[in-house]
Structure formats: C-alpha cells, structure tokens
Nanobody, 121 residues
Framework: QVQLVESGGGSVQPGGSLTLSCAVSDTAGSECMAWFSQVPGDGREWVTTIYTKTGDTYYRGDVKGRFTISLDNAKKTLYLQMNSLKPEDTAMYYC???????????????WGQGTQVTVSS
C-alpha cells in the first residue's frame, strides 16, 4: 500500500498563490496521479490528473489556466501549483495514485491526510 502525505496548504488572499506537495512512498507501476478537493458536507471532487508515463495532464474547467500539476519522479513528489486563487477554491486538498490505466475518477481509492487551502479577504 502506497503512502501519501500532502503539505503546503495555508491561508491566502484572493489572487494569491500556493504550492501543494504530495510525498509518495513508491511511484513504480503507477499510471496516474491526481488531486481532489473536498469541502465539509460534500463529496470529494476531482481537480486534475497527470499520466505518469507520458506527462499528459487534465484539469477541471474552473482551474484550467490557474493550476498546474507536475510530478518529480526522482523526488517521488507530486505538486499542485495554484495561482490566481479564488474564495471558491477553499477546500481540503488530497492527492491520490492509481495503477489502473483507465485513470477514471473511480480508480483512485487511496489518499493522503489532506492539506487545507483557505482563500479569503
């Protein structure tokens, strides 16, 4: 079972930036890694995915152009660069990994502990 540890969250004003990190115990055999967000009382929502082998990336419409997902295989760390943050980005952010090549949302089942992002003025 892989272990994932998120970090880098915090409180920022609208328009600000944050960089989230996800330390992964083992990326060998992984097909995709992703970030999800969750607000209290709601389900976990997909944000972005990176295909480990190709580097292809996909984003939820409301974060496209503002967030960037990347993976440093040598450091076994997944990143989420968040720019031009908006209050509606406020959520707990979780990283995940899957070995299934379909990389559907339902393929992601293991998570880190999450890191809180709060955007307010």
């Amino acid at each position: 079972q892989v272990q994932l540890v998120e970090s880098g969250g915090g409180s920022v004003q609208p328009g600000g930036s944050l960089t989230l990190s996800c330390a992964v115990s083992d990326t060998a055999g992984s097909e995709c890694m992703a970030w999800f967000s969750q607000v209290p009382g709601d389900g976990r929502e997909w944000v972005t995915t990176i295909y480990t082998k190709t580097g292809d990336t996909y984003y939820r419409g409301d974060v496209k152009g503002r967030f960037t997902i990347s993976l440093d295989n040598a450091k076994k760390t997944l990143y989420l660069q968040m720019n031009s943050l908006k209050p509606e980005d406020t959520a707990m952010y979780y990283c995940s990994v899957t070995s299934e090549s379909t990389c559907f949302e339902g393929d992601f089942r293991d998570w880190g502990q999450g890191t809180q992002v709060t955007v307010s003025s």
